[in-house]
């Protein structure tokens, strides 16, 4: 339990510190500048410190309880964490203000903790009694991890040699689609597998779509960045095609999960999880025009990023935010009092009104920020980076109340 905890309060101080660092970018963001190093520095907040944290530690809260099998060394987790976590933030840093020292001891070290992660995690899986979806899509999405790592290591090497030449947009393209499809979006699918419809109380729904989902984003993926990286345009249109099939199938299971469920009224968590699905349509919708406008067009390069990142993917993983933490966080405070004295319920741990305005704000803040990066508006994108910030504050209100046992 203190593995996924460390885990879940560096994620969200990254949160914060993305949130903050939007702020700062947003005129680049506006100018559709996505290859600024400020803009890559902050963008890994999200995607090492936000995402990747948060993903590591849920995989050591539900590797036990969702596929009978107990973590292989929570010894090398913890060193995982201890390097990784603060690799995270120097790497940023080094990105960002152009520190040759801080990126190359951060890379060092965010090297070393998902070494040491997909080693604990790949022992976990080869000693699993289940072996299903989950066990399948978490097993992927460790692969595309470590597939992202090369291809980030390729492009700061890239940063001091310039070797790439012109092929560093089409590597950087490749990148981020391995490390948002292949390594989060797979995650995601494999383990909302199991974990949706516990959420959602749900039973009884087709669960065929995750595994087809699996199938077509792990082929997707590769077969895209082969046609970016080789100039295939072919492969690249197969490649994309399969991706949006499998977000479809994707999307077509989380419909039927919804749709069978025993409670009706629909939780805040799941609330993120359903908006959360809407942009991950806007970033797909918008995939075909990038790829056949090419790269020229960079603000709609930044709308689909921006799109999919804070909006798909960083709703999702707030709304299993809202369902993991509080429980975790109930389990510590109030298991030895069960019986003995009256304790509140999981729900009652935070405010679900305060909850329902943040997701009300960091919608607001993203279709803002959209408008603001199509019109080319510095103030418009700041506007709504602010509002993201704002909803971000409200998450850490929220998670502060859980963590320190004060329930609403």
Same mark, same amino acid.
């Given at each position: 339990?203190?593995?996924a905890?460390?885990?879940?309060?560096?994620s969200?101080?990254y949160?914060?510190?993305?949130?903050?660092?939007?702020? !700062? @970018?947003?005129?680049? $963001? %506006?100018? &559709?500048?996505?290859?600024?190093?400020? /803009?890559? #520095?902050?963008?890994? +907040?999200?995607?090492?410190?936000?995402?990747t944290t948060?993903?590591?530690?849920?995989?050591?809260?539900?590797?036990?309880?969702?596929?009978g099998?107990?973590?292989?060394?929570?010894?090398?987790?913890?060193?995982?964490?201890?390097?990784f976590?603060?690799?995270v933030?120097?790497?940023?840093?080094?990105?960002?203000?152009?520190?040759?020292?801080?990126?190359?001891?951060?890379?060092?070290?965010?090297?070393?903790?998902i070494l040491?992660?997909?080693?604990?995690v790949?022992?976990?899986?080869?000693?699993?009694s289940?072996?299903?979806?989950? !066990? @399948?899509?978490?097993? $992927? %999405?460790? &692969?595309?991890?470590?597939s992202?790592? /090369?291809? #980030?290591?390729?492009? +700061?090497?890239?940063?001091?040699?310039?070797?790439?030449?012109?092929?560093?947009?089409?590597?950087?393209?490749?990148?981020?689609?391995?490390?948002?499809?292949g390594?989060?979006?797979?995650?995601?699918?494999?383990?909302?597998?199991?974990?949706?419809?516990?959420?959602?109380?749900?039973?009884?729904?087709?669960?065929?779509?995750?595994?087809?989902?699996?199938a077509?984003?792990?082929?997707?993926?590769?077969?895209?960045?082969?046609?970016?990286?080789?100039?295939?345009?072919?492969?690249?249109?197969?490649?994309?095609?399969?991706m949006?099939?499998?977000?479809?199938?994707? $999307?077509?299971?989380?419909?039927?999960?919804y749709r069978?469920r025993?409670?009706?009224?629909?939780?805040?968590?799941?609330?993120?999880?359903?908006?959360?699905l809407?942009f991950?349509?806007?970033?797909?919708?918008?995939?075909?025009?990038?790829?056949?406008?090419?790269?020229?067009?960079?603000?709609?390069?930044?709308?689909?990023?921006?799109?999919?990142?804070?909006?798909?993917?960083?709703?999702?993983?707030?709304?299993?935010?809202?369902?993991?933490v509080?429980?975790?966080?109930?389990?510590?405070?109030?298991?030895?009092?069960?019986?003995?004295s009256?304790?509140?319920?999981?729900?009652?741990?935070?405010?679900?009104?305060?909850?329902?305005?943040?997701?009300?704000?960091?919608?607001?803040?993203?279709?803002?920020?959209?408008?603001?990066i199509?019109?080319?508006?510095?103030?418009?994108?700041?506007?709504?980076?602010?509002?993201?910030?704002i909803?971000?504050?409200?998450?850490?209100?929220?998670?502060?109340?859980?963590?320190?046992g004060?329930?609403?």
């Amino acid at each position: 339990m203190r593995l996924a905890s460390e885990h879940f309060a560096a994620s969200l101080l990254y949160l914060l510190a993305g949130s903050a660092g939007l702020i !700062w @970018v947003a005129p680049d $963001l %506006a100018a &559709g500048l996505y290859v600024m190093p400020r /803009v890559a #520095g902050i963008t890994h +907040l999200f995607t090492l410190g936000w995402l990747t944290t948060t993903i590591f530690g849920a995989l050591y809260q539900l590797l036990p309880v969702a596929l009978g099998a107990p973590v292989a060394s929570v010894r090398a987790g913890h060193a995982s964490f201890w390097t990784f976590a603060p690799g995270v933030g120097l790497f940023a840093a080094g990105i960002a203000f152009s520190s040759t020292v801080l990126h190359h001891t951060g890379i060092a070290l965010i090297s070393l903790g998902i070494l040491l992660l997909v080693a604990n995690v790949g022992a976990s899986l080869a000693s699993a009694s289940r072996r299903d979806t989950t !066990w @399948v899509g978490i097993a $992927l %999405a460790l &692969g595309f991890l470590t597939s992202t790592l /090369v291809l #980030g290591v390729l492009l +700061l090497h890239n940063l001091h040699t310039g070797f790439l030449g012109d092929a560093r947009i089409r590597v950087l393209a490749t990148h981020l689609h391995i490390a948002l499809v292949g390594w989060v979006l797979v995650m995601i699918v494999g383990v909302s597998f199991r974990l949706l419809p516990m959420f959602l109380l749900a039973h009884g729904a087709d669960t065929r779509w995750a595994g087809r989902a699996l199938a077509l984003l792990s082929i997707g993926a590769p077969a895209l960045a082969i046609g970016l990286l080789a100039i295939i345009p072919v492969v690249a249109w197969i490649g994309l095609l399969l991706m949006e099939a499998g977000l479809a199938c994707f $999307l077509r299971q989380c419909w039927a999960f919804y749709r069978v469920r025993i409670r009706r009224r629909i939780d805040i968590g799941m609330r993120f999880a359903r908006a959360s699905l809407l942009f991950l349509c806007a970033s797909a919708l918008t995939g075909p025009f990038l790829l056949a406008l090419g790269a020229r067009h960079t603000r709609l390069a930044t709308i689909h990023v921006v799109t999919g990142l804070l909006g798909g993917l960083t709703l999702f993983v707030i709304g299993f935010f809202y369902k993991i933490v509080p429980l975790l966080a109930w389990t510590v405070h109030y298991r030895d009092r069960m019986g003995r004295s009256p304790v509140p319920t999981v729900a009652d741990t935070f405010s679900a009104r305060v909850a329902t305005i943040q997701l009300r704000v960091m919608v607001a803040a993203l279709l803002v920020l959209g408008v603001g990066i199509g019109a080319g508006s510095s103030h418009l994108t700041r506007c709504g980076a602010a509002l993201f910030a704002i909803g971000t504050l409200l998450l850490a209100s929220q998670i502060g109340r859980v963590a320190f046992g004060r329930h609403a």
